[in-house]
């Protein structure tokens, strides 16, 4: 079936400029992360939607960062006043719901959208 | 809040040889994930630990979980070429719908 699809694949952006990246979780899982990785790093923790509940932001690195989440669908990640700093690979997961514990699964990622910033 | 060390960084190891990578973890951790990510790909799930004792094997790699030490280990046997990629192990708090924190990762690298 499908995966998690991430668009776009590649973004390249000049500093200052606005930029959205969108991702498409697999039909059905309620849970949603958003994960950074720098070029040869592990992977940051961004944000957190689990189904109606409030998101976790806690690893939202500046207000210039937000994140959008409609019910169990699309979510969008925007970054305002793009920076260098902020060039990386923006993954983005699902899971889904496994009887009674609803945070047990593994996590399915995208592609990624590799974000250049000028 | 919930830390994971993994080690080593990295490996470079000899085909046919056995090593381990370890996964240490600050707090309570009721589920553990081990990932692969090749370079330049996406991250694959290859295991699930979600008790204490719990142990899986995929073909040359094992994975353990002991909850009481905070330990997670993959286990490689007799190590192929094919192994070569990034190692992730990742948990989650106990008992909460929390946010996976990954580890550093481990970068294998199987030679002939």
Same mark, same amino acid.
Do not use: I, M, Y
């Given at each position: 079936g499908a995966g998690v699809s991430q668009s776009p694949s590649n973004k390249v952006t000049e500093k200052g400029k606005d930029v959205e990246l969108r991702c498409d979780p697999i039909s059905g899982h309620t849970a949603l992360y958003w994960y950074r990785q720098r070029l040869g790093q592990g992977l940051e923790f961004l944000i957190y939607f689990q189904?109606? =509940?409030? &998101? %976790?932001? =806690?690893?939202? &690195? =500046? %207000?210039?960062f937000s994140a959008e989440r409609t019910g169990e669908s699309v979510s969008t990640l925007t970054i305002q006043r793009? $920076? $260098?700093? %902020?060039s990386a690979v923006y993954l983005c997961a699902s899971s889904r719901k496994l009887g009674g514990a609803s945070y047990n699964s593994p996590l399915h990622f995208g592609n990624g959208t590799r974000l250049t910033v000028t | 809040e919930l830390k994971v060390e993994q080690n080593p960084l990295f490996l470079s190891m000899q085909e046919g040889k056995n090593y381990t990578i370890y996964c240490n973890y600050s707090t309570t951790s009721d589920r553990l994930y081990w990932y692969r990510q090749d370079p330049g790909k996406s991250l694959e799930s290859l295991f699930v630990l979600l008790s204490n004792g719990a142990v899986k094997q995929e073909g040359r790699l094992m994975a353990s979980l002991d909850t009481k030490a905070r330990l997670s280990t993959l286990h490689i046997t007799a190590?192929?070429?094919?192994?070569s990629a990034t190692y992730f192990c990742a948990g989650g708090v106990t008992g909460t719908a929390s946010k996976l924190t990954f580890g550093t990762g481990t970068r294998l690298q199987v030679t002939l």
């Open positions: 189904g109606n =509940s409030a &998101p %976790d932001k =806690s690893g939202l &690195p =500046s %207000d210039r793009t $920076q $260098q700093e %902020d | 190590a192929v070429h094919d192994l």
